[in-house]
């Protein structure tokens, strides 16, 4: 039962109960929970045409009840109270939603209404927790809503005027209470009893279960490839992309004033540092980005399928991609002949799934699957978790409504999302997962939004354009790369900011692996060649207080890179020099960085690299590499983290011949992090 540790996580917590109503504070404390009653002074008038449903109308309230009583709360004491919990009840009929009445014949009116059919009772329910930073009032709100369907009998005229006379519907939401006598009005209740009267305790202790133990993403859920919608194409979802409506716009619309705090992503790391003052920074989502980057997996495959490659299809190994779910749980399937019902009997597709010498199995994902990369790119392109995070849970045809696209395609995106274990999709509709929440919410602080977009927009075009290089092998596959990337960074400003977006967001997750993979103490300045926006800098700058960090990046990165900064003692210690790391000169610095660099250059760039930093580098200086670890040694296959890079991952003994070959002695390598690869040598006197 998840209540009794989530009751107790509050336990030594100062919790508001923002509501008059004797329901709930009864329902709350026959629950075990200890607050203070402190009622709303919001008045419920926010104007309900302005809301596309009665129960984000019923949230809205909640959550101004909650956040009026905490401002309240904070100002008279300069402390606000770690919790406070607001809520509104409201009936809706159809698309009319009922209060309290405000008189006996207003209660008549409202009980005729309901008389003989049936209606939904929502209650909208806010949890806010506050603290304060230098004196002002921090607020993170979570909320969500609960629905119940209730249905009247045939009541008489006179039962109405009956019971309206015992004056019980006059505190009430529709004029009625099912807990007493209104319970004789009623011929069935379908859903949570207790969210009728005021308070769904059952859904408020599976929101504190998600805020206090947010689920990790190993735990997502298994589906079956099977349970992946199949659809022809998703060009007609993503033509809506471009055409007319903005979907960013649609995404804030309908909340206009809302604070954006009502932000479920930060609440679960924001807490459970909190509460556990442990450390808040996100498990790496492997299976995410394996999704992102899946892509470049299938075009590489193609080498090996010759039969594929005569028809032209686009070619997916099966066993390593069908199995979305095992993705996102870092796993990798094997799969045989056998599994290949998936790609069968699927009438008038071109299908050309054959097993090949090697035992890889191949199929055309584009006619019987949208490509499960090409689907998250299109739901974060249209901001659909922004949405769900904003509104969610939500039901297809609302998300469809808030992103102006088509009904139909956007139910199979859901679907597909929910199959992709992006989404959760319950009777109440779809809402994010904690993957998505983390990392799929562009202002989220772990977003990889950038990565998505970058991919998107540059990266999978690379891959579709370049299949002749891909054909020929992974040495000109990284040549065309390297020199469509030169050409790509030269060629325009917002695909520079592109790619440092989706850099500073993948840095985020891996900077600090790569800082402490080794003891760098004996290091008095360092410099990170290619460093991008800093965030590596930064990292090594915290972690080693008396270390002096250059970044070094070309002249437009540079100049770009003040947009990602956000200050910190550090700082000071952190300059950013502009320079070609093949033709200027290179900053001295004991140590030199190459994060996540080496895989993206062709062997003959790659080398004059290394020999540049070696002679640049004095002998007892050293040089420090990350990239993405191969699998196991020796084989170089693992798709895991090359998102941003062309090649493939080297083993730790390539690593190491690497570095040794350019003057590098002592080489010692470390898994970091469990898809990192660093590797530090020392230059040895020549
Ligand atoms: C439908 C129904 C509502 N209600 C009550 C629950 C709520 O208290 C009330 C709806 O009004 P609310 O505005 O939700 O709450 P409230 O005014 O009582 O308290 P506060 O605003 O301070 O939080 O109706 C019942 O008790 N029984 C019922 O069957």
Redesign the pocket.
Known sequence: MVLCPVIGKLQHKRVVL????P??QEILSNAGLRFEVV??RFK?KLHKASFATPYAYAVETAKQ?ALEVAGRMHQKDLRAPDVVI??????AVGAMIL??PVDKQDAYRMLSRLNGKEHS?F?GVAIVHCCSKDGRLDTEVSEFYEETTVKFSELSEELLWEYINSGEPM????G????AL?GMLVEYVHGDFLN???FPLNHFCKELARLYYPPRPADLRRVRHDSIPAVDTFENLSDSEAGGADPGQSAKGGRGGEQADGDRSQAPRALDAALNGADSRPRFPTGLLELMDGFKASKRGATLCPKSREVGLECWPRGRLWDPAALLAGQQVDGGPQDTSCLQGRPGLPMADHADQAGVCWGSWSKCHPPPPKVLFTACKLKLFDVLKDQGPLQAVDVARKLSTCAGRTEQLLDVCAALGLLEKTRRGYSNTEVATLHLVSDGEHSLQGVAEYNDAHVWGVFTRLGLAVREGAEQTRGALGAMEEERLSQSRELTLQFMRAKHSLSKLTAHHVATAFDLSRFASACDLGGCTGILARELAQEYPRLQVTVFDLPEVTELSGGFQCGGRQTERIRFVSGDFFKDSLPEADLYVLSRMLQDWPDDKLHKLLSRISSSCKPGGGLLVAEAAAEEEGASQSPRLRTLSAGQPRSPDEHRRLLQRHGFQDVRVARAGDLLCVVLGTRAAP
């Open positions: 923002a509501s008059a109503s329901r709930r009622p709303s419920e009840k607001g809520a509104d009840t409201i009936v209060e309290k009772v209650t505190d009430k939401a529709g009625y209470g099912i807990q209104g009728v009267v005021g």
